[in-house]
């Protein structure tokens, strides 16, 4: 149950689980048209809505490209946490 990120939060040991040992494994849905369908999904169903709220400037933008606790904290300072 543990997720680990090859960049932002890879395991110790590659392909071995930090807590319980096991093996890793990508899970099997993450295959380029699986993707490319989540990406078309996004922009007919998800990204209008982004718009219409953005417009009322309900959302906020979050940079999700730093740590796992880098991101925490901009999102309780967004969120006024």
Do not use: W
């Not at 993450?30 to 209008?48: G, W």
């Not at 796992?68 to 901009?74: D, F, I, L």
Request: hydrophobic share 25%; net charge negative; with cysteine.
């Amino acid at each position: 149950g543990y997720m680990y990120h090859v960049e932002f939060n890879p395991p110790k040991k590659p392909g071995i689980c930090d807590k319980c040992g096991g093996e890793l494994y990508q899970r099997d849905d993450d295959k380029e048209d699986t993707i490319r369908n989540r990406l078309k999904t996004y922009h007919a169903q998800t990204e209008p809505i982004i718009d219409f709220y953005s417009k009322k400037g309900l959302v906020r933008k979050i940079d999700g490209t730093g740590s796992m606790k880098e991101v925490e904290e901009e999102i309780k300072r967004e969120i006024g946490a």
